[in-house]
């Protein structure tokens, strides 16, 4: 009986020993799942046809990697490649490209971020965060200006905050 007091600590020491020290060599990161992901997509593009405007937009995940995609029937051709880029764009440089293209004008410590491949410096794509980590970006193209095309960002975001929490 001695013996099987001593035995069950120690075998339920070493069991959970083992995982505390495999998961210091990895970690877990928190992302959209695709019906959210859908969810942003089709309340942005509301918040756009409110406003007379037609786009596309995307959302990726915190990678930058497309998740959910839809183009109005009458956004330019090239709102689709724009709005995937502006959303790559947030997620990448963590920080809303409107804020962005402020930070890369000429003579700006950030100018030559415009010249990277994928990355578009224009108002519309916007962070995705929950508990102050990014799990995604939101890009919309093709309204009148970049303003408008991050408030229409900005009005996905606000429909799956519940979802976030």
């Known amino acids: 009986m001695k013996l099987l007091r001593?035995?069950?600590?120690?075998?339920?020491?070493?069991?959970?020993a083992g995982p505390i020290q495999a998961s210091e060599g990895t970690f877990s990161t928190p992302t959209l799942i695709p019906e959210i992901a859908v969810k942003a997509v089709e309340a942005a593009m509301e918040a756009c046809r409110d406003r007379d405007t037609q786009v596309a937009v995307a959302v990726v995940d915190r990678h930058g990697v497309s998740q959910a995609f839809k183009r109005d029937r009458f956004a330019g051709a090239h709102t689709v490649d724009t709005a995937?880029?502006?959303?790559?764009?947030?997620?990448?440089?963590?920080?809303?490209?409107?804020?962005?293209?402020?930070m890369t004008m000429p003579g700006e410590l950030g100018y030559g971020i415009q010249h990277l491949?994928?990355?578009?410096?224009?108002?519309?794509?916007?962070?995705?965060?929950?508990?102050?980590?990014?799990?995604?970006?939101?890009?919309?193209?093709?309204?009148?200006?970049?303003?408008?095309d991050h408030e229409c960002a900005a009005a996905g975001i606000d429909a799956i905050q519940d979802d976030l929490l």
Request: charged share 15%; aromatic share 4%.
């Open 117 to 148: 491949p994928g990355v578009t410096i224009l108002g519309g794509g916007v962070q995705i965060t929950a508990d102050g980590r990014i799990v995604g970006g939101i890009g919309v193209s093709g309204a009148p200006s970049g303003e408008v």
């Open 6 to 16: 001593l035995i069950v600590p120690t075998a339920l020491l070493a069991l959970t």
């Open 84 to 102: 995937i880029s502006k959303a790559y764009t947030a997620v990448s440089f963590r920080t809303d490209t409107l804020e962005l293209r402020e």
